[in-house]
């Protein structure tokens, strides 16, 4: 459907702030999988030990998920914004500098609850800002964020064969925070009108339907984070490549993100929310079995990216119906959302480490499958009441 209709799509200097800040989060939060190959070698973790470090990230999401609505109306989305940036870059030099597991599992849990409170914010301020525009401003903030994330797996790969070592990755996080302050330190940062006009949102529940697309939320997030965590040890224990060289492959897997989501926000308007998320699950269940299993490492990695197409945009379209259906309650929806991103990093990356160990990490990724399917049938069994609610408007 055309969005011809509704306002205007106007980025301010508080959008640009939004997506630029995202950018910085999702240039520090994919660390953990290209890194996954190294941390297992040097502190030596098998599959199911290597999971809890992408479980401990998960546990800092969920507590993110609980508490970040309450953090934005006791000490205000400014506030709340920008300490959580600045816990992720000390948490990124923290593992940096670590060199014994338990050290490194605390600098992940920090590095997850930063980041998601200053995502959870970002996700508000743009769902309120924005409007039933929203679905755009969703998709180009993830753009932002795999342009980034795009470029973390190539340094930290080029870090290690010119011999600086993936730790001085660090040293670029605290650089990208401190441009991003000098640049945006006097910009604003709005609570929502529910806070200033002191209503009743957190009393209130949400919807049913939003909880419907939280489940679908969880599924597909559970998907990508099976890809960003293990797909790079995939392509060096089952494909055969070198630990240097699965993490430059696993580019192709950011790369493809980034591309389908530029895809995405052209997309976004002329079509519904909900049509480009069936699309985008149908991809994705083409890819995933070219990647999952071919014998040849560049078939693995053409999968990976057809894969990673499909991905791109299940986040942003899914987080756009699911807060489209939660009215006002932008803070409490963007939490919550928060609340299953990080159940879904603790859940799937750490049973597919279980699995690994007792069969193999190709076996194991046949989970993706399982999930995928369970998504596309809720999605498609709520479909008439989705498009009532939301199809109409987005």
Request: charge should be positive; aromatic fraction near 10%; hydrophobic fraction near 55%.
């Amino acid at each position: 459907m055309s969005l011809s209709s509704i306002q205007p799509f106007i980025r301010n200097r508080l959008t640009w702030l939004a997506y630029a800040m995202l950018a910085y989060l999702g240039f520090t939060q994919s660390m953990l999988g290209p890194l996954m190959p190294f941390l297992r070698t040097e502190l030596q973790l098998n599959y199911t030990l290597g999971g809890f470090l992408p479980g401990a990230l998960a546990v800092g999401l969920i507590l993110s998920g609980l508490i970040g609505d309450w953090l934005a109306h006791r000490w205000s989305r400014h506030i709340v914004f920008w300490s959580g940036a600045i816990g992720l870059a000390t948490s990124a030099v923290f593992l940096g500098l670590s060199r014994q597991f338990e050290l490194a599992l605390i600098a992940v849990l920090g590095m997850g609850f930063g980041s998601s409170l200053t995502q959870v914010m970002i996700q508000a301020l743009l769902a309120d800002q924005h409007g039933e525009r929203r679905s755009i401003a969703f998709a180009e903030a993830n753009v932002a964020a795999s342009l980034s994330a795009t470029l973390t797996p190539l340094v930290i790969g080029s870090l290690q064969r010119v011999g600086m070592g993936w730790r001085t990755i660090s040293i670029l996080v605290v650089l990208f925070l401190t441009l991003l302050a000098a640049t945006f330190h006097r910009q604003s940062i709005p609570d929502s009108v529910a806070v200033q006009t002191q209503s009743v949102e957190d009393k209130s529940h949400l919807p049913f339907s939003f909880w419907l697309y939280w489940i679908v939320l969880f599924l597909v997030v559970a998907v990508e984070m099976s890809m960003v965590v293990w797909a790079a040890d995939f392509l060096a224990s089952v494909a055969g490549l070198s630990r240097i060289d699965a993490a430059l492959g696993f580019s192709a897997f950011p790369a493809a993100m980034l591309i389908g989501r530029i895809a995405g926000s052209r997309l976004t308007r002329r079509w519904s929310s909900l049509t480009l998320l069936l699309s985008s699950l149908a991809i994705t269940l083409i890819g995933f079995p070219v990647f999952w299993l071919a014998r040849l490492a560049a078939f693995n990695i053409i999968g990976l990216f057809i894969t990673g197409l499909g991905i791109a945009n299940l986040f942003p379209l899914t987080l756009s119906i699911a807060v489209g259906l939660a009215a006002d309650q932008s803070n409490k929806a963007s939490a919550r959302v928060s609340l299953g991103v990080g159940t879904a990093l603790l859940t799937a990356p750490l049973l597919m480490g279980w699995l690994a160990d007792r069969v193999s990490l190709q076996s194991a990724y046949g989970l993706v499958i399982v999930l995928m399917v369970a998504a596309c049938v809720i999605v498609m069994s709520n479909r008439g009441l989705s498009e009532r609610r939301v199809a109409s408007q987005l």
